[in-house]
T-cell receptor, first 113, second 114 residues
Framework: SQKIEQNSEALNIQEGKTATLTCNYT??????LQWYRQDPGRGPVFLLL?????KEKRKERLKVTFDTTLKQSLFHITASQPADSATYLC????????????FGKGNQVVVIP | DGGITQSPKYLFRKEGQNVTLSCEQN?????MYWYRQDPGQGLRLIYY???????QKGDIAEGYSVSREKKESFPLTVTSAQKNPTAFYLC?????????????FGPGTRLTVT
């Protein structure tokens, strides 16, 4: 069956350290993968998109990698701050050719001052 | 000030009643989506529309209906046939002109059915 797996346990991390989240997928061949941030009771906000022919993408303190052989994406927040505390969702295109997305369940990050 | 609006933020209904959730966007996006989110769960796609007057079922369409009469509007009706309607409902839109672009989400409507 098709799966998008993110760690269900919250990641507690000290301020200033790098937080690393993992997104693994099974039985998909996505053309791209996206990461979103969601705060409690609010809609997700887009952060980064990485395509299958890209190994790495950066935006300010965020970095995403995409390994189509391992079927995995890593999401890094460097120099983490308490304001980075949120749930981070990965999403991919389950059907190449349109803009439909399938989402993982999300991974909560708690940055401790 | 462009974006997506959903109303109301909280909605309470009695079991057996149909209820319609509003979603409006002024981003001039062709594609619009409805998701449902339950506690500890990811977003699950209910319906999506890539163009006016056309829409497709997502992964969990049973008990829901939609319409897309205008580009800006994509209302979702939760019918009495939906067995577990209590959830957080999110509407989103995206540009259809290029593949793989981000979805913009509204603030969500939390529906409680008792």
């Amino acid at each position: 069956s098709q799966k998008i797996e993110q760690n269900s346990e919250a990641l507690n991390i000290q301020e200033g350290k790098t937080a690393t989240l993992t997104c693994n997928y099974t039985n998909y061949s996505p053309a791209y993968l996206q990461w979103y941030r969601q705060d409690p009771g609010r809609g997700p906000v887009f952060l980064l998109l990485i395509r299958e022919n890209e190994k790495e993408k950066r935006k300010e303190r965020l970095k995403v990698t995409f390994d189509t052989t391992l079927k995995q994406s890593l999401f890094h927040i460097t120099a983490s701050q308490p304001a980075d505390s949120a749930t981070y969702l990965c999403a991919l295109d389950p059907s190449r050719g349109n803009n439909r997305l399938a989402f993982g369940k999300g991974n909560q990050v708690v940055v401790i001052p | 000030d462009g974006g997506i609006t959903q109303s109301p933020k909280y909605l309470f209904r009695k079991e057996g009643q149909n209820v319609t959730l509003s979603c409006e966007q002024n981003l001039n996006h062709d594609a619009m989506y409805w998701y449902r989110q339950d506690p500890g769960q990811g977003l699950r796609l209910i319906y999506y529309s890539q163009i006016v007057n056309d829409f497709q079922k997502g992964d969990i369409a049973e008990g829901y209906s939609v319409s897309r009469e205008k580009k800006e509007s994509f209302p979702l009706t939760v019918t009495s046939a939906q067995k577990n309607p209590t959830a957080f409902y999110l509407c989103a839109s995206s540009s259809q002109t290029r593949q793989g672009y981000e979805q913009y989400f509204g603030p969500g409507t939390r529906l409680t059915v008792t």
